[in-house]
């Protein structure tokens, strides 16, 4: 039986767990709400890439990646950057949905799944 590591964690939620090979992270958003959705989805970016290397692992091993924004208008600005960070070669299976996410001011949330 493999263990089951869980990173920065609180009473309600692990923004990382990694198991059997697998990192599994929680929805990221921008702690900036203020921000637009480029500014959104390029820090909910950076706190995946930080998550990832904490894993043990890298943005070119993720196998899957789900995207909801608070308005699908803002597909082609997200797709913009998200097409910057995605490694060439290595883009996971996606799908993208406009969905009321927790707070209105978040534009975007990203759950990403890495193999380590």
């Known amino acids: 039986m493999s263990d089951i590591i869980r990173l920065d ?3 309600r939620r692990s923004r990382c767990v990694v198991h059997g090979g697998t990192a599994y992270l929680a929805g990221q958003v921008a702690n900036d709400k203020a921000g637009d959705v480029s500014a959104q989805t ?7 890439d930080e998550l990832l290397a904490g894993a ?4 070119s091993r993720l196998p899957s990646a789900t995207i909801w924004l608070r308005d699908i208008g803002d597909f ?3 797709n913009a950057l998200w097409d910057a960070w995605v490694m060439p070669g290595s883009a996971p299976t996606r799908c993208c949905g ?3 996410l927790a707070d209105p001011a978040y534009r975007i949330e990203i759950v990403v799944v890495a193999a380590v």
């Open 9 to 11: 964690q609180n009473h």
């Open 76 to 78: 082609d600005t997200m």
């Open 42 to 48: 390029r820090e909910a970016l950076g706190k995946i």
């Open 56 to 59: 043990g692992t890298h943005k």
């Open 98 to 100: 406009e969905v009321k």
